[in-house]
């Protein structure tokens, strides 16, 4: 009976210390909460840290790029694709000229049926008469225009062979002069031909109509052509000082 005490004495005694015990391991666990939390926030604080700088960085350099293409020409871009592509024609000549191949031939290798055939409709759809330049580019267009119209007879043709002989085939010996009789619907299509030339030119040659209603500010036909090619090129420069001398305000 007398030992009772002692052992609740122990017993209260191991309570009170198991409840220190655990008491501190929630401490513990507590506080490495919060350095895990603590340690958690600093790392996305680098994080982010280091992507402001990353992006500030970008930034600035997107920014320095700009600044060049804006100091660049309107047409740089156009300038720096066909620079490159001389670069590129030089090498592959220099290339084929070591080769001892021939570089327009070794060109026309790499072009695809596509490409070739997309060219010639590109062709086609320009116009092929630039203006008037000279006698001599005037004169080839008209040929080849003529050329064009060209529908070959080849009953015509094997019967005239038939009746010149050997001298179809002219040499330097071969004397033609006069003896070649055209057709009546070859000298009907050169009339023709000749008509539409003439109704064409006409057409280059009309004058122009006067407006009536427009202002007289020149003397004579000369005056008259002067005064539009002043008013082509500084019309719109004059224009407010012909409107203060119509209305009586002009300083």
């Given at each position: 009976m007398t030992s009772l005490p002692f052992a609740s004495d122990t017993s209260v005694k191991m309570a009170s210390g198991m409840e220190v015990a655990v008491a501190d391991t929630n401490e513990e666990s507590s506080e490495s909460t919060a350095a895990q939390k603590r340690e958690d926030r600093l790392r996305k604080f680098r994080e982010l840290h280091f992507k402001r700088n990353e992006a500030r960085k970008l930034n600035h350099q997107e920014v320095v790029e700009e600044d060049k293409r804006l100091k660049l020409p309107p047409n740089w871009e156009a300038k720096k694709a066909r620079l490159e592509w001389e670069l590129n024609e030089n090498e592959k000549k220099k290339e084929c000229a070591a080769r001892g191949e021939d570089f327009e031939r070794a060109k026309l290798l790499e072009i695809s049926?596509?490409?070739?055939?997309?060219?010639?409709?590109?062709?086609?759809?320009?116009?092929?008469?630039?203006?008037?330049?000279?006698?001599?580019?005037?004169?080839?267009?008209?040929?080849?225009?003529?050329?064009?119209?060209?529908?070959?007879?080849?009953?015509?043709?094997?019967?005239?062979?038939?009746?010149?002989?050997?001298?179809?085939?002219?040499?330097?010996?071969?004397?033609?002069?006069?003896?070649?009789?055209?057709?009546?619907?070859?000298?009907?299509?050169?009339?023709?031909?000749?008509?539409?030339?003439?109704?064409?030119?006409?057409?280059?040659?009309?004058?122009?109509?006067?407006?009536?209603?427009?202002?007289?500010?020149?003397?004579?036909?000369?005056?008259?052509?002067?005064?539009?090619?002043?008013?082509?090129?500084?019309?719109?420069?004059?224009?407010?000082?012909?409107?203060?001398?119509?209305?009586?305000?002009?300083?």
């Open positions: 049926a596509d490409e070739a055939e997309r060219w010639e409709r590109k062709k086609k759809k320009k116009n092929p008469d630039p203006g008037f330049s000279g006698y001599a580019e005037a004169q080839l267009r008209q040929y080849q225009r003529l050329t064009k119209q060209i529908k070959p007879d080849m009953e015509s043709y094997e019967k005239q062979r038939e009746e010149c002989g050997d001298d179809f085939f002219p040499t330097s010996n071969s004397l033609l002069h006069g003896t070649h009789v055209p057709t009546k619907e070859g000298m009907d299509r050169m009339v023709a031909d000749v008509e539409k030339q003439i109704a064409k030119r006409s057409k280059y040659s009309r004058r122009r109509a006067y407006n009536d209603d427009a202002d007289i500010d020149y003397i004579n036909e000369r005056n008259a052509k002067f005064n539009k090619k002043a008013e082509r090129f500084y019309g719109k420069y004059t224009a407010e000082i012909k409107q203060n001398l119509e209305r009586g305000t002009a300083v």
